[in-house]
């Protein structure tokens, strides 16, 4: 174990062996192992987005094992996936990379204004499938937040029971937000305090913009004079709001975009401090070689900071 290594687990005194040896196992595998830094490969786009929309721009990926398999061969720490996913594929690649199981998700064949995800797996699920942790998503400024908020609170708890960390995917959205505001310095940081809260081991929320939506969060941001103005900064923040930077807060990738603007948020978020990146349709829409050319340099530059 490195020192870096052993700090972040001295950050979760208060959970069992089985959670910090998961912590350490997804900190201590792929080219970053040891660093303290993470690269997560997650596929629950097509549960999310639909089959055309996530996997036709490099067919291959209708398959789950082959995203499975690109996150062993590419070195990433985790891979991420809904059920059904996990299933086609953890037989195959039992304990070639840990796993995280995400236990609830959306669809886009109804859409709401306020979005409350199903819970589409379990605990048990995840123990059997061998995961390594169990995520799970929740949508700040929805009114089904309350749902989302008591779930996660029953969930985790019989997680850290069986010794399986909780990564929340903290993505405010819904009727209390302007579609600006979803990504905005603020509400970013708010909601990844929220998780924190929650009890999250792994946070992972959007890199945020320059955007202040809360007419309260201005006056604040302006009184304390918090530097937003780039991209490193802005993480810096988000970083620092949970608990002091005493919590693993990642940050996702996105839409799809070229390489360039990947690289380019990812200097920023290893800049400002973020502890990794969960990248998906920007590594596994590209063909195999360029996904694992992506996924390394992305790796690399988390690796010298």
Request: proline content about 5%; glycine content about 12%; some cysteine.
């Amino acid at each position: 174990m490195t020192d870096r290594v052993k700090e972040i687990l001295s950050w979760y005194g208060s959970d069992n062996v089985g959670v910090l040896s998961n912590l350490y196992k997804l900190l201590m595998t792929g080219r970053l192992a040891g660093t303290g830094k993470l690269v997560i490969l997650p596929v629950d786009q097509g549960f999310e987005h639909g089959p055309a929309r996530s996997f036709s721009p490099y067919e291959p990926g209708y398959d789950p094992r082959y995203h499975h398999s690109l996150a062993v061969e590419s070195g990433c720490n985790g891979y991420a996936a809904p059920f059904g996913a996990l299933c086609a594929s953890s037989r195959d690649l039992a304990g070639q990379v840990p796993t995280i199981l995400k236990l609830n998700n959306s669809d886009t064949l109804y859409s709401a204004e306020d979005p409350c995800p199903a819970i589409t797996s379990s605990v048990q699920d995840a123990i059997e499938l061998g995961c390594s942790a169990i995520g799970f998503t929740i949508y700040p400024g929805s009114s089904g937040r309350k749902d989302m908020y008591e779930e996660i609170r029953e969930i985790s708890q019989e997680a850290r029971t069986v010794g399986l960390p909780t990564v929340i995917w903290s993505y405010p959205r819904g009727s209390g937000l302007s579609k600006e505001g979803e990504t905005a310095i603020d509400v970013v940081a708010y909601g990844a305090h929220l998780a924190a809260q929650l009890g999250a081991h792994i946070i992972k929320v959007k890199p945020p913009t320059a955007h202040l939506e809360q007419t309260e969060a201005k006056k604040a941001f302006g009184a304390a004079k918090i530097p937003i103005s780039t991209l490193e900064e802005r993480i810096r923040h988000v970083v620092q709001s949970c608990f002091g930077g005493r919590r693993i807060v990642i940050f996702s990738g996105g839409a799809s975009k070229s390489k360039e603007d990947v690289i380019a948020d990812v200097n920023g978020i290893a800049k400002g401090g973020g502890f990794g990146s969960i990248m998906g349709r920007n590594a596994f829409q590209r063909d195999k070689a360029g996904a694992i050319a992506l996924l390394h340099e992305v790796q690399d530059i988390f690796a010298k900071v």
